[in-house]
């Protein structure tokens, strides 16, 4: 009945071509690179030192002990990672097997290992791990999986399976609830809290059902044989904790960390960082306590004290010249931020001259206030004849986008909304993921029950309930449980041979991901599957025909990585749950960038416009409520450091709240910026007035334009 899986027959192994290019994954396009004499091998192409300051000449220097660097904003903390990365291996022996620098994201650790395979020419930094937290904690858990009782092709939950396992064994779809134990159990995972002990000292009745619901989930996940994200570090750190030997194997290995954005780890990374690091220590930690704002979701800055307590050798280096932002900019920031407690004084500084007085505008409403950003955005666009991509809108929740989003596109302005969907997140490339996590581990069973039923294979529910409570009493994955004896009494034959077809399927295709291009088994599984044909028999064309370019550029893009990193299909699978996003090698449209403040850190613009700076926003009502008025205050610190040539604020007088018009307190922070450098303007009696002038002087500037384009 489904016999287009017999397409798929067994061939035999075609190994990879060798010699190819070790490139970063993001790289796709083909790049010849010349033989390089073993001479030139030995030495970067650069000095590690060149273009560096003092104290960034010192932080790579140093290798007595540990070290942290204390790094403002815009201060250039990657340059110092990347030079003493090549410093390391240029001038100091270091094999690029035993270092590893650890960031927070994929993005980051590709532009960072780009950034150094600039420094070294050639093959030299091949082997070097630049990875996040996640990802090396999935490399420490492939090669130490027996010491767990797992085996070495686990599977990876992302969010959303994650709250599927939680939907079936809480009975409910209630999104709200699912989320709400969720993020309880990310919690006491982070702080390496095991199910027994959250247990023992829940607070109340709620807490305590959470907890059992933790153990239940916990219990499934390895009958799953599976890890959520937050396992990839917990159970690395209790594992390194608890065998001696594995501990001294990976020290050995990573003789050398880096890790930045240091003050974003949680009480979990931190122990990590230490079982690694070890009794020798060598590390470099950089960060800055100004910028920590994810204590929501784990990030403990109390994580710099711990450094100085724990590793009395610690050097501290601080990074304070900025080469972002003008002075003004700079010290409204430093300005603002000393009205926290500081662990470490650190003040910014810059060399690229005075710049322009910051902006505060007091607006009537929101609607004055979007219409009075968009139109001081465009006039200002035209004198400055800059580019839509040098301007962004920062607020603090994402409520606040919609009437921007309304004003720019009445204006027929380009924006990007930050937050948009990752392409991993997209149901089509999910789909793809599915197969490849059931090749990778047949007992992951949430991959089967997606993959078994995308496309429909004529197996209904009542079949997988069946297959269900038959592996569930027999302790047996799905997949197992197709195969086993006593299942076959259980339903029909029609409903077993489409069981088994699609599993004998899965297990040729495993056969052949271990031993034959990855693009050729991909291509040949997408035919076999029928998946185009599903996506056009399903959604209307345009849509389908989207939905199959993403399929296509995601297989496209595996198959290209298989040839450049010489990885078969199951090698490239282990990955591909724990990367975000593809980086997709164009060039940034030139568009306005509307973003959270969270989402905005580690970026920079020439011009700034924070949107909504009011008492209840920012800082936020719950925050002022709970006492965490300091890191709403540092992420206004963050929004003030984004700007690198004007900064402007702007508030309402009165917002709409719940259909009421309401009376707003201007935010405190704005008075924390000083007022040696602000400058601040009352909105417009008549708003309608406002819009006509600031509309005749928009006009005014358009006609200029034009002359002086003609002029040329």
Known sequence: MYGYF?????????????????????????????????QQASKPLLSPFHGLNAEQRAAVKHLDGPLLVLAGAGSGKTRVITHKIAYLISECGYQPTNIAAITFTNKAAREMHERVAKLLPGQNSKGLTVTTFHSLGMQILRQEAKLIGYKAQFSILDAADSLHVLSDIMKTTDKAELKRVQVRISRWKNDMIAPEYAAMNAENAAEHASAKLYQRYQDTLRAYQAFDFDDLIRVPVELLEREADARAKWQDKLRYL???EYQDTNSCQYR??????????????VGDDDQSIYAWRGANVENLRLLRDEFPRLEVIKLEQNYRSTVRILESANHLIAHNPKLFEKKLWSELGYGEPLQ??????EEEEAENIVRRMMAQRFEKRGKWSDYAILYRGNHQARIFEEKLRAEHIPYLLSGGQSFFERTEIKDIIAYLRLILNSDDDPAFIRAVTTPKKGIGATTLEKLGGYAASRNLSLFAAVFEAGFTSQVQAKQLESLTEFCTFINNIEYRAAREPAGEVLKDMLRAIGYELYLFDGDEERLAKARWENVTQFTDWLA???????????????TVALIAMINNEEEEADAVRLSTLHAAKGLEFPHVFLVGAEEGILPHRESIENGQVEEERRLMYVAVTRAQQTFTVSYCEKRKRARELQSCEPSRFIVELGSEHVRSQQSAQDPVAAKKD???????????LATKTSAE
């Open 694 to 704: 600031g509309n005749a002087r928009l006009a005014q500037l358009k006609a200029m």
């Open 6 to 38: 017999t397409e798929l027959s067994v061939k035999s192994a075609s190994p990879f071509e060798k010699g190819g290019i070790h490139r970063s994954e993001a790289n796709a396009s083909h790049v010849k690179i010349p033989p390089v004499s073993q």
């Open 272 to 285: 990590l960082l230490k079982q690694l690091a070890g009794p020798r220590a060598a590390f470099t930690a």
């Open 360 to 365: 505060v505008i007091a607006c009537k409403n």
């Open 560 to 574: 290209r990585k298989g040839e450049e990193d010489e990885k078969n299909l199951l090698e490239l699978a282990q």
């Open 258 to 260: 880096l890790v930045d």
